[in-house]
T-cell receptor
Framework: GDSVTQMEGPVTLSEEAFLTINCTYT??????LFWYVQYPGEGLQLLLK?????DKGSNKGFEATYRKETTSFHLEKGSVQVSDSAVYFC??????????????FGKGTLLTVNP | DAMVIQNPRYQVTQFGKPVTLSCSQT?????MYWYQQKSSQAPKLLFH???????NEADTPDNFQSRRPNTSFCFLDIRSPGLGDAAMYLC???????????FGPGTRLTVL
């Protein structure tokens, strides 16, 4: 079945540091890939997505590129801020016909950015 | 702004006392989902509605039910909450069974 493996946390960085959170996946067919962010006590917010190989999703300084050859979708940001402290979930949606509704999530990575 | 709204944000109930959580949306999406998220875990899909068609996940306990009276509203009913049902409950919507789901802020359920 489908699965998502993402970097175990927690990750602690200083402000303005470079961020990478690794995400790899196993899926049938051609999945769509997502990063969601969850701030403390809140629901999930879609951060970015990519629907086909070599697509780059980007938002708020975050980027991730859909790499089919390495089945990866790593999240990067060049300079993190304290306000980026949150839990980040990598997810995929695959399947065909009526089954492609299901999001498969990774376990989440807690990011803490210190001033 | 179009959005997914969940009420209440925090709900406390007693062991075995039925509870209902509410979700509404102004996105006019025809698919609505309910997820359960326990502490430090990924969200787990309980069920979803495609229009009026209810789709239950195979491992969702019978204790969890849902109602969707119209396009905008969806309810999660927990018939007899146990201590293990304490969690964040997330509602999400999408247009058709297309790929992007939009989540509400969640309702945190405490069971005493």
């Amino acid at each position: 079945g489908d699965s998502v493996t993402q970097m175990e946390g927690p990750v602690t960085l200083s402000e303005e540091a470079f961020l990478t959170i690794n995400c790899t996946y196993t899926a049938t067919g051609y999945p769509s890939l997502f990063w969601y962010v969850q701030y403390p006590g809140e629901g999930l917010q879609l951060l970015l997505k990519a629907t086909k190989a070599d697509d780059k999703g980007s938002n708020k300084g975050f980027e991730a590129t859909y790499r089919k050859e390495t089945t990866s979708f790593h999240l990067e940001k060049g300079s993190v801020q304290v306000s980026d402290s949150a839990v980040y979930f990598c997810a995929l949606s695959s399947g065909s016909g009526g089954s492609n509704y299901k999001l498969t999530f990774g376990k989440g990575t807690l990011l803490t950015v210190n001033p | 702004d179009a959005m997914v709204i969940q009420n209440p944000r925090y709900q406390v109930t007693q062991f075995g006392k039925p509870v209902t959580l509410s979700c509404s949306q102004t996105l006019n999406h025809n698919v609505m989902y309910w997820y359960q998220q326990k502490s430090s875990q990924a969200p787990k899909l309980l069920f979803h509605y495609y229009d009026k068609d209810f789709n239950n996940e195979a491992d969702t306990p019978d204790n969890f039910q849902s109602r969707r009276p119209n396009t905008s509203f969806c309810f999660l009913d927990i018939r007899s909450p146990g201590l293990g049902d304490a969690a964040m409950y997330l509602c999400a919507t999408s247009r058709g069974r297309r790929i992007t789901q939009y989540f509400g802020p969640g309702t945190r359920l405490t069971v005493l």
